[in-house]
């Protein structure tokens, strides 16, 4: 099999990991080297999917010894096996740089034999790169559940970024569906990951020429819509992974159905895409709004409205929060505004500095009135003319499609004995047990 052969298996192989992100990272050209790495230095393209094909995104192998039910390359699948050797994958790579067809590398791999041989094999490729070829590019690599730390750390010295997917959002989905991995193989990484940047940020401010270890940090990915755990669930996670590993970022991936099994949706599903867009935005509130899960999700509505976004639905089930005076609101209850962002957030703070805000300055600095609009006052008053109740605020959210989806009756479906059920326990607990200790 020819290298064109193998990349063509590969990368087709690797198109399912949505882990990708701008670098994070800046890194010079040294002058006796290629390349060179910028913090926003990496352009984006986008399939006709919608995954991100900007950098060279490819498997080492789709050999694997695990049979995880998800996965288009487990054992049992019969499907054509490739595998590159370190000098095929670090050469293809400066030959597609070269000629500016990438920026960077992303590269995961099945599990070859055992997890130590596979990341040995990964450790080979980048040290090709960086050693003989002087590759100074950005380079995100997965790191191998199971492998040893020694391994991982040896890995984190040559990679920009590292991640460890997950996958799935809870243990008994993991039994499930993924039999051959355990919650210890990969959470270990992560530690491993999270203590080696730590200690590196040390030896950075100690020896100035100290080597850098993940500059740009690690991530994560979790599969939405192969098991029936809850988006309250899968939040509660992304919440304590970000708390107690300090994760740069969680990936979110709608189920493509590309294996028939009883376990699984159907072949002829869709992906949950729009559930997955609620999740993302959900993720951007945890991180830049100052939201926490509880708040967004609860026992009772365990899921998103998929209609409208989170932040709006959060304010239409605490309307006796609003309305919030925009001339007088604290900056953190200003970001819970709807139609209220984080920049336009900054500048009502600035602005009113020098005056009182009224609703047509308001849409000089970026706010959004078609949604704040009726979560707000201005010296006092509301928008003139503006009726607000709960009914017909959700009418002017959503458009006349939504509003059609939105009124539609729910259909009944008849109950199984077969059905999977979810367990007992609130999703904190069950987190808090997944991760082995208090968030």
């Not at 940090?217 to 988006?231: E, L």
């Not at 376990?263 to 999740?279: C, G, I, N, T, Y």
Request: glycine share 6%; hydrophobic share 40%.
């Amino acid at each position: 099999m020819n290298v064109y052969e193998k990349l063509t298996i590969l990368t087709d192989s690797a198109k399912y990991d949505v882990s990708c992100s701008s670098s994070g990272v800046d890194r010079k050209n040294t002058g006796s080297g290629m390349g060179s790495a910028a913090s926003f230095g990496i352009c984006h393209s986008f399939a006709a999917d919608g995954r991100c094909i900007s950098l060279l995104k490819v498997l080492f192998t789709n050999s694997c010894i695990f049979d995880c039910k998800y996965c288009v390359n487990r054992k049992s699948n019969d499907t054509k096996r490739a595998m590159f050797t370190p000098e095929e994958l670090a050469d293809l790579t400066m030959n597609f740089y070269r000629r500016n067809f990438i920026e960077g590398l992303f590269l995961s791999s099945g599990i070859a034999r055992n997890p130590d041989y596979t990341a040995e094999l990964l450790i080979n490729t980048l040290t090709l790169l960086r050693g003989r070829y002087q590759f100074n590019g950005y380079i995100h690599v997965k790191a191998i559940p199971g492998a040893d730390p020694a391994l991982i750390s040896r890995l984190g010295l040559l990679a920009d970024r590292m991640s460890v997917n997950i996958e799935l959002p809870s243990q008994e989905s993991l039994k499930l569906l993924a039999p051959d991995k355990s919650k210890e193989s990969i959470l270990r990484p992560m530690q491993v990951i999270r203590e080696g940047i730590r200690e590196n940020c040390t030896d950075i401010v100690k020896y100035q020429h100290a080597p850098k270890f993940v500059p740009a940090g690690q991530s994560t990915q979790m599969i939405v819509g192969a098991t029936p755990d809850s988006d309250y669930k899968i939040l509660t996670l992304t919440e304590a992974l970000y708390k107690k590993y300090s994760l740069k970022r969680v990936f979110y991936s709608a189920y493509t159905p590309v294996v028939e099994h009883s376990l699984l949706p159907a072949l002829e599903s869709k992906p949950p895409l729009l559930r997955e867009h609620r999740l993302y935005q959900a993720d951007w509130l945890l991180r830049f709004y100052g939201f926490s899960a509880s708040e967004l999700l609860d026992e009772r509505t365990p899921n998103f409205n998929p209609m409208i976004d989170p932040k709006c639905n959060w304010a239409l089930n605490h309307m006796e929060r609003f309305p919030m005076e925009i001339n007088k609101a604290p900056y953190e209850q200003l970001l819970r505004i709807p139609g209220v962002g984080v920049r336009s957030a900054k500048r009502i703070v600035q602005a009113r500095k020098t005056g009182v805000l009224d609703f047509s300055a308001l849409k000089k600095l970026g706010v959004v009135l078609k949604r704040a609009q009726y979560f707000i006052t201005c010296g006092g008053r509301s928008l003139e003319g503006l009726k607000v109740n709960q009914n017909m605020i959700l009418r002017s959210l959503l458009s006349d499609r939504e509003m059609k989806m939105y009124s539609t009756e729910p259909r009944v479906e008849q109950l199984s004995l077969f059905d999977v059920v979810e367990p007992v326990g609130t999703p904190r607990e069950e987190v808090i047990k997944w991760l082995g200790g208090a968030i």
